[in-house]
Structure formats: structure tokens, C-alpha cells
């Protein structure tokens, strides 16, 4: 298998999925399909091309919410 460019991660696309099928864990739903590969990896083989459906994920990060309190809590 060739090897991928890292520039479509699967792990960051919207589409991919991880199954709980232990011999095909990872899958893609806008293709529609699980594999033991990465999504992308299989596309990438199969059409020597990077996925044209790639879709990057929106990263929400969660903020710590300051306290006003000072000192120790029993």
C-alpha cells in the first residue's frame, strides 16, 4: 500500500467514525464504508488521489471558568 500524505488526516474529517466492529474499526459515512485501514488510506489506494471529501472538524475547546474565590477549599 502507499503510503498517504498526512495533508487529509482522517482523524480530523468530519466523516470518519470509529465502529465497534473489532476487524474493521475505523469507517468514512459519506463513502460508506468501514475498513481495518484509515478511510483515507483506502482512497488513496484505490484512486491514487487524496479524498476529495475531506472535511475538517470544528475543534470546539473548553475554557476553565475562573473562580473569584481565594484560598483553600476543605
Do not use: E
Amino acid at each position: 500500500m502507499k503510503k498517504i500524505p498526512n495533508t487529509s488526516l482522517c482523524r480530523n474529517c468530519q466523516h470518519f467514525f470509529i465502529t465497534h466492529d473489532k476487524f474493521k474499526p475505523w469507517g468514512c459515512s459519506n463513502f460508506g464504508f468501514k475498513s481495518i485501514n484509515l478511510p483515507s488510506q483506502i482512497v488513496f489506494s484505490t484512486t491514487g488521489m487524496k479524498c476529495a471529501y475531506f472535511k475538517q472538524k470544528n475543534l470546539l475547546l473548553k475554557t476553565k471558568k475562573h473562580s473569584k474565590r481565594v484560598g483553600r477549599l476543605a
